[in-house]
């Protein structure tokens, strides 16, 4: 043992566990452990951005490109209360990061002194804190941090990942103590749970019954990295494959057996085969009302009727909105490797018994096409919102990592954009954290920095969030912010036109009693702070644009300029009870 500060303890364990970075921001509460970081800078890198919210996100959008954790750094009261958004975030999207929050003096609990919360209980943050992540740990003295620190990072990643969060106190940063080290976490060797034979049995017999098939694949599909062999089990036996928003890219978006998305802003291919299927595989997702056309059978699904194989590493998601027919406790990868090698003695189960199934989900996906493809060569002015999508997806690299924040521009990349890579889709998908693709941007830049990075924000989401491009300057990360700019906070202008009848009310920016659209000009803003800014207002600027921020690699925004009026299609519904539920605009609700 040696005698170590709380905060030297701290920073050689992140050092050991391979930590690269931690995002904070200074405070009285934390300067004490500052000075440890100082003297390990050359190998742990402190990212200071300019709010608390961002640092989370950027830490939640590392660990979704890089599946490794990294740490954040808060001082005491509100730049720790400023955290509990990106922890939501995290949690809900089964994203890791460990926050470092920091506390009043153990000799002040109970005083009430600068910062303290004491109403219910001394020093009680973490009761904030409770409930937006996986496990919070106080530990009050020096020799108590070895164990919460080794508790916390095992935690972090063991099962379903989700973020923890470790409230130290001021003086426990500055104390000494004799310690050592915890022993290194398993945070390098991931634990993966596997089916048992007989489950395996009971999958293969579903399967062997079965005529009209899907794979429906999730966020612990990305997780648990088995994209290549959920194709491999999709082409081996001809099932098409339905994707959650955060499994996107696992499966080639342009693949020939990937249906998109599902629910009320689907694809049209995908809510058809949904609702008209007999078995859903489902691996590593869990039937959220979006992605269930709000549980209203015939639109996006058919249970009980249809047969549900469900698999997830949290046995708590296992019929939690649908009851599976078989239900397992298992590791995605895992799973779908001895699904794979069991069918070796299954040979009767081959894609001839699927063959029927496969052309009506082909024809589908021809409709579909011939539906919505002339609109993304219309030129317009403001841009519509299929030109700008498949603009990207034209000019983007395949390796680009592209982050997309809350808003309507969100909805139209769900039912088109074709990920080509796993890892590469970042989206606040539980929580719909507006400000997590405007700063999560910069923590996939660190996790990926030989790719592009480029986030598709809102206008309203980036004014929520524009200190991000001092961030950006002040460490060189060359990321491209592409604002959707419809002068409005689109998506709930929607739902006011869609079920209120038109009465707009607090959703479009308006300058003054002249009824003028406003916004800033994001543009001349992003130069101000010594990035780079181009305005797009009609469709032959567009990829002139993104292509030049591309080569400059320099922080950048494109501020483009889309058309309000202009709807996403939607395949199945969606209800926000008691206001009744709309039809979808394109294909029919089924029920056998």
Not at 157 to 170: A, E, F, K, Q, S
Not at 208 to 220: D, L, N, S
Request: charged share 20%; aromatic share 10%; hydrophobic share 40%.
């Amino acid at each position: 043992m040696s005698r170590m500060k709380g905060g030297e303890l701290i920073a050689d364990y992140l050092v050991q566990e391979q930590v690269p970075y931690i995002f904070g921001i200074c405070g009285h509460g934390n300067v004490g452990i500052l000075d440890a970081l100082y003297d390990r800078r050359d190998r742990i890198q402190l990212i200071s951005p300019r709010h608390e919210q961002c640092a989370g996100h950027m830490a939640d959008a590392y660990f979704r490109v890089k599946h490794k954790p990294v740490a954040t750094l808060t001082s005491t009261g509100p730049g720790s209360a400023n955290m509990v958004m990106s922890l939501a975030t995290a949690l809900s999207d089964s994203s890791a990061f460990m926050a470092i929050t920091s506390n009043v003096p153990t000799s002040q609990h109970n005083r009430a002194p600068f910062q303290e919360l004491y109403k219910h209980n001394q020093a009680d943050f973490a009761q904030v804190m409770r409930p937006v992540v996986k496990r919070a740990f106080q530990p009050s003295r020096v020799d108590m941090l070895p164990l919460a620190l080794r508790q916390a990072m095992d935690t972090m990643v063991t099962g379903r990942p989700g973020p923890v969060n470790l409230d130290i106190p001021y003086n426990v940063y500055q104390e000494e103590d004799e310690v050592e080290l915890p022993p290194p976490s398993h945070v390098h060797r991931a634990h993966r749970p596997g089916a048992s034979a007989e489950d395996i049995d009971a999958v293969l017999d579903l399967l062997a019954q079965a005529q009209r098939p899907v794979i429906f694949i999730g966020h612990g599909a990305t997780l648990s990295e088995a994209g290549v062999e959920v194709t491999e089990l999709a082409e081996r036996l001809g099932i098409p494959v339905i994707t959650s928003p955060n499994g996107m890219g696992c499966i080639r978006g342009d693949h020939p057996l990937a249906l998109g998305f599902i629910g009320r802003n689907g694809a049209y291919p995908a809510n058809e085969a949904g609702r008209r299927c007999d078995l859903v595989l489902t691996l590593g997702t869990r039937f959220d009302d979006r992605s269930a056309s709000s549980w209203h059978a015939g639109y996006s699904w058919n249970f009980p009727s249809t047969r549900l194989v469900h698999v997830d590493i949290d046995p708590q998601e296992l019929g939690r909105n649908y009851a599976p027919t078989v239900g397992l406790i298992a590791d995605v990868k895992v799973f779908t490797r001895q699904l794979l090698v069991a069918l070796d003695a299954r040979p009767s189960i081959t894609p001839a018994q699927f063959g029927a199934w496969g052309e009506q989900v082909r024809g589908w996906q021809r409709e579909w096409e011939a539906f919505v493809r002339p609109h993304f060569e219309d030129s317009t002015s403001p841009l519509r919102p299929e030109f700008v999508v498949g603009t990207l997806q034209k000019l983007l690299p395949e390796d680009v990592i592209l982050a997309l924040d809350s808003g309507v521009h969100h909805n139209w990349f769900m039912q088109f954009w074709q990920a080509r890579r796993p890892q590469s889709m970042l989206n606040s998908w539980g929580y719909s954290s507006m400000g997590f693709g405007v700063c999560g941007v910069m923590g996939a830049q660190l996790a990926a920095p030989d790719r592009p990075c480029v986030a598709v924000v809102g206008d309203g989401g980036f004014t929520m969030a524009p200190y991000v491009l001092c961030t950006a300057v002040e460490y060189n990360l060359p990321v491209v912010w592409i604002v959707w700019n419809n002068f409005a906070w689109g998506a709930i202008r929607d739902l006011q036109y869609g079920l209120f009848d038109g009465r707009e009310i607090g959703t479009a920016f308006y300058k003054g009693a002249t009824g003028e659209r406003y916004n800033p000009d994001f543009a001349a803003w992003a130069r101000a702070c010594g990035a780079d800014g181009y305005t797009v207002t009609r469709p032959q600027e567009l990829g002139a644009a993104v292509q030049q921020a591309l080569r400059n690699k320099r922080p950048c925004v494109i501020d483009v300029h889309v058309d309000a009026d202009v709807r996403p299609p939607s395949t199945g519904t969606w209800q926000l009870p008691p206001i009744p539920y709309k039809e979808p605009a394109f294909g029919k609700p089924w029920r056998p």
